[in-house]
């Protein structure tokens, strides 16, 4: 086995953590079904909602380029809101034209919105019905998307979620990695699993209906994204064990997720090095390349897409970057845990938002780099601060190994387009 880092003296698991519980500004969960939608190949996204929720996905999802798109909006009207209409039963048609004209959708879930939310649409029951009506064809789950009840990625922990308690019973001693990641780096992961002998591996979501997803007492799942916190207490209830690991971000993420999942499935540490040292080299070498402009440079995370704790941890550990404050909506010891063990104390630990407040934190810090939502972004760099979006973290490939230097080179690039614009401003303020 290669080295370690060792741990830090003092991590921030037993930090104090500053709660705010005040206005947020993030999007709100239907944002997931961008990603979903393309990982899910058999699946279908009905949001039962307004035209804001409509415009929020057409925009959040660039131009509809898609022949057949695997989401769509249905539009409650004001006299739908007003009580006038009954609701079930315009749903019930549009779902029954959408199936007649789509026979590839397997899957459809109703998504919640604050509108169906506000007149307590129950989609819940909803789903049951259309599930009866079209089995076994077509499954129909319902989950919330609202921006009342969800921040950004809780969108994909709620769909997540209401899928587990309709996977089928298994008794096997299966690996089950939870989370979406693009389709070319869970093959990379399924890759190093495949090597060290691990499996049968199964993955939530699946990209197909079809794939042999199930759970049990003797299934050990992973979590790959650090926002699955409902999805994890319901695998729990049915009985599977977490394997409790930082998350795979960086060498020392990946390299420290992939031990825990290969300790839970005892290889050998000649087995796990043979596997893993290539890999850990060129992450390694590729970090280095990137992370000149990152060392030494102070950061400040607004809470927005949950993956916070991990990124801090991984500029602070591998990319000699200095937390000031790591913002997350929610943190959890059981997800977050392992991964705050390994940030060296120091900044502050917030949760939760009282956006005011933390904006005069992070101005009276004048951090080097700013990691925020797309509403706070440019009012902070009209300050002169250097900001990335925390969302392009969630679209972007950066998990495992072989994404590790692009990770590093994302926050590299804000702090070089600054050091730019900045050397702009320098020559003309000098003609
Ligand atoms: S669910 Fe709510 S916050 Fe999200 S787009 Fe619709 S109205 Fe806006």
Not at 321 to 341: F, K, N, Q, T, W
Not at 354 to 379: H, I, M, S, Y
Request: net charge negative; proline share 6%.
């Amino acid at each position: 086995m290669t080295e370690h880092m060792p741990p830090p003296a003092q991590g921030c698991r037993n930090t104090p953590v500053l709660k705010e519980r005040g206005q947020r500004e993030v999007f709100c969960g239907l944002t997931g079904i961008i990603w979903l939608h393309r990982k899910m190949q058999d699946a279908f996204f009905l949001v039962v909602g307004s035209r804001t929720c409509a415009h929020l996905l057409q925009s959040a999802a660039g131009v509809m380029i898609f022949a057949e798109p695997r989401f769509a909006t249905a539009i409650l009207e004001e006299s739908d809101l007003a009580g006038l209409n009954d609701a079930h039963a315009e749903l019930d048609r549009t779902v029954s034209e959408l199936l007649a004209r789509r026979p590839d959708i397997r899957q459809l879930f109703l998504v919640g919105s604050c509108p169906s939310e506000v007149i307590k649409l129950d989609l819940g029951r909803a789903a049951e019905r259309l599930t009866v009506e079209h089995a076994p064809r077509v499954r129909v789950l319902n989950y919330s998307g609202s921006g009342i009840e969800t921040t950004f990625t809780e969108g994909e922990d709620a769909c997540l979620a209401s899928m587990v308690p309709v996977l089928p019973k298994t008794d096997a001693r299966e690996l089950l990695v939870v989370g979406a990641l693009p389709d070319v780096v869970e093959d990379q992961m399924l890759a190093l699993l495949d090597a060290m002998g691990i499996g049968p591996v199964r993955l939530l979501p699946a990209r197909s209906i079809d794939a042999n997803t199930a759970v049990g007492s003797n299934t050990k799942f992973a979590l790959v994204q650090p926002f699955l916190g409902e999805t994890h207490d319901a695998l729990t209830r049915r009985g599977a064990a977490h394997i409790a690991a930082p998350f795979p971000f960086g060498d020392e993420g990946t390299t420290a997720w992939l031990r825990a999942v290969a300790d839970a499935f005892d290889v050998s540490d000649a087995t796990f090095a043979a596997v893993t040292d290539a890999p850990r080299a060129r992450a390694r070498k590729a970090i280095a390349q990137a992370s000149d402009a990152l060392t030494g440079k102070s950061v400040f995370f607004f809470p927005d897409s949950q993956l916070e704790i991990p990124l801090a941890r991984f500029l602070a550990r591998e990319c000699g970057m200095l937390p000031v404050e790591v913002g997350s909506p929610y943190i959890r010891d059981a997800l977050h845990g392992p991964d705050l063990d390994l940030l060296p104390e120091g900044p502050t630990i917030s949760e939760g938002q009282d956006v005011d407040k933390q904006l005069d934190r992070c101005l009276a810090a004048r951090p080097d780099l700013t990691v925020c939502g797309l509403g706070l972004a440019n009012p902070l760099e009209a300050q002169g601060l250097s900001t990335k979006w925390a969302i392009e973290l969630v679209f972007t490939p950066v998990h495992f190994y072989e994404q590790a230097g692009d990770l590093a080179a994302l926050f590299a690039r804000s702090l070089k387009r600054r050091a730019v614009l900045d050397r702009g401003a320098s020559a003309v303020a000098a003609e």
